[in-house]
């Protein structure tokens, strides 16, 4: 039996605990604004996870977290793509390319990954399917939720925050005329580098944010930071109007919620 509902009604990180209080082992599908995500569980335990747009494989994630170059990406996608994880990971322990901790640290790195992106979508639909395991061919994590649950919650509430500030991702960038701006002697992160290079009132923030690989809380904090600056303002590309700001959550009653989640959980419970 599975249990459908709607991220209106229950956040991922209401979803993360009830599945970790149940300890239970199935598929969590999560269908947001033409994204999706696949989440396994086993025992209440996070197991894999793949974003669906995507390169999920062993390869990918190896490359994506520096243990592997660009290059040797591309050789193993030409010669071992016939492979299943499983088997492309123990031929790189085996010639020892890489070993074993190498590749578990990498995929717990991408799995919990993909997961955090998850805590800020605020509308789309989830589906926890018990009778789905994680599949055989690919390799298995045991990560802890609580930790996850803990920052989900606290990203949830630094999102509700930010997005007051910025209510819109359909808004665009230009650099201020502030005299004395000047934002080569400015220290700037990464993250903030990549979305300077973006700057221009044509690219709203939902495109520079795809572009740079951010999601929604992570654009939003690093745009925060350049507007509280002062090198960059917020404008309408095309004469667009600024959306009002709301709140993610529609149910603000405590004791709704309550009986939401313990409802929730008995549902869980009887899968």
């Avoid at 599975?2 to 990180?13: E, H, V, Y």
């Avoid at 499983?86 to 322990?93: A, Q, S, T, Y």
């Avoid at 018990?130 to 999102?159: H, M, S, T, W, Y």
């Avoid at 004469?239 to 009653?253: E, H, N, Y």
Wanted: hydrophobic share 40%; net charge positive.
């Amino acid at each position: 039996m599975a249990l459908k509902g709607n991220l209106r009604d229950f956040s991922i990180t209401q979803l993360l605990n009830l599945i970790n209080l149940a300890r239970k082992t199935g598929l969590l599908v999560i269908e947001g604004s033409g994204e999706a995500a696949r989440i396994h569980f086993r025992d209440g335990k996070l197991a894999y996870a793949q974003y669906a747009v995507e390169d999920n494989g062993l390869a990918a994630i190896l490359q994506r977290n520096g243990k592997i170059s660009a290059s040797q990406y591309q050789i193993l996608k030409e010669r071992a793509g016939h492979m299943t994880d499983k088997e492309l990971g123990l031929m790189l322990v085996n010639a020892g390319y890489l070993s074993q901790n190498d590749i578990i640290e990498s995929l717990q790195h991408y799995f919990i990954q993909v997961t955090r992106r998850l805590f800020t979508w605020a509308d789309g639909f989830f589906n926890f399917d018990g009778e789905n395991p994680p599949p055989d061919n690919r390799i298995l994590v045991r990560v802890d939720l609580e930790n996850l649950i803990i920052e989900g919650a606290r990203q949830v509430k630094e999102f509700e925050q930010l997005q007051e500030e910025i209510p819109s991702l359909d808004m665009a960038l230009k650099f201020t005329d502030r005299p004395g701006a000047n934002i080569r002697s400015v220290n700037l992160s990464q993250d903030e580098w990549r979305i300077v290079s973006y700057v221009n009132p044509k690219n709203t923030l939902r495109q520079i944010a795809q572009a740079a690989r951010l999601n929604d809380l992570e654009i939003r904090r690093v745009v925060y930071g350049l507007l509280q600056a002062g090198l960059v303002e917020l404008v309408r590309p095309g004469g667009a109007p600024l959306p009002p700001s709301g709140r993610m959550f529609p149910t603000s009653d405590r004791g709704e919620q309550r009986s939401l989640v313990n409802k929730l959980i008995s549902r869980i419970r009887s899968l």
